[in-house]
């Protein structure tokens, strides 16, 4: 079955602690992306890569790091994580390395950072 | 930034009857794609409908249609005969320059 998987689905943690959101990937898609989304705002970009070992900032990447070192992975990174980062994230995979076909979901991952 | 906008936050239709989600864009390209994205209670972000600008007829989806007006960089989504299942966030989104564009969201209840 094609499918994006992120881990976990939930977390709680405490500012200031890192901590890393996996993404994987099953559809050997080109591009890979994270979003978070909050009340109001919609989903906004975090950061992308069109490849491996290639990834650029989208609107919103202050606070968060990535790394594509493989096509099916691409892990979100809070170094230090601040309560303005709690938020619902998703990766997503399309298959052009441009980005702009349809964007296949991952489930999700409620993070609340106290 | 592009900017997508939703400009109705919430609608609600009667089951059976037929509502239109509205949503502009800005873009200068000629050549792309829009995209209506279905967010259930679950979370779960699920692709409704997708339209490619070069062409003239408008998708449709089963009972999910678009009028996409290119000229107004106006692209609304039509929901026909809604269904209880229907209720959910609905978001319009379009990529541009190797990123993606989402809307605000219309939160779209349906009253049995």
């Known amino acids: 079955e094609a499918q994006v998987t992120q881990n976990p689905r939930y977390l709680i943690t405490v500012t200031g602690k890192k901590l890393t959101v996996t993404c994987s990937q099953n559809?050997?898609?080109?591009?890979m992306s994270w979003y978070r989304q909050d009340p109001g705002l919609g989903l906004r970009q975090i950061y992308y890569?069109?490849?491996?070992?290639?990834?650029d900032k989208g609107d919103v990447p202050e606070g968060y790091k990535v790394s594509r070192k493989e096509k099916r992975n691409f892990p979100l990174i809070l170094e230090s994580p601040s309560p303005n980062q709690t938020s619902l994230y998703f990766c997503a995979t399309s298959p052009l390395p441009s980005g702009t076909d349809t964007q296949y979901f991952g489930p999700g991952t409620r993070l609340t950072v106290l | 930034a592009q900017t997508v906008t939703q400009s109705q936050p919430e609608m609600s239709v009667q089951e059976a009857e037929t509502v239109t989600l509205s949503c502009t864009y800005d873009t200068s390209e000629s050549d792309y794609y829009l995209f209506w994205y279905k967010q259930p209670p679950s979370r779960q972000m699920i692709l409704v409908i997708r339209q490619e600008a070069y062409k003239q007829q408008n998708a449709t989806e089963n009972r999910f249609s678009v009028n996409f007006q290119k000229a107004a960089k106006s692209f609304s989504l039509k929901i026909s005969d809604s269904q209880l299942g229907d209720a959910a966030m609905y978001f319009c989104?379009?990529?541009?320059?190797?990123?993606?564009?989402f809307g605000t969201g219309t939160s779209l209840t349906v009253i049995p």
């Open positions: 989104a379009y990529p541009y320059s190797n990123q993606f564009y």
């Open positions: 890569s069109m490849n491996v070992e290639v990834t």
């Open positions: 559809m050997n898609h080109e591009y």
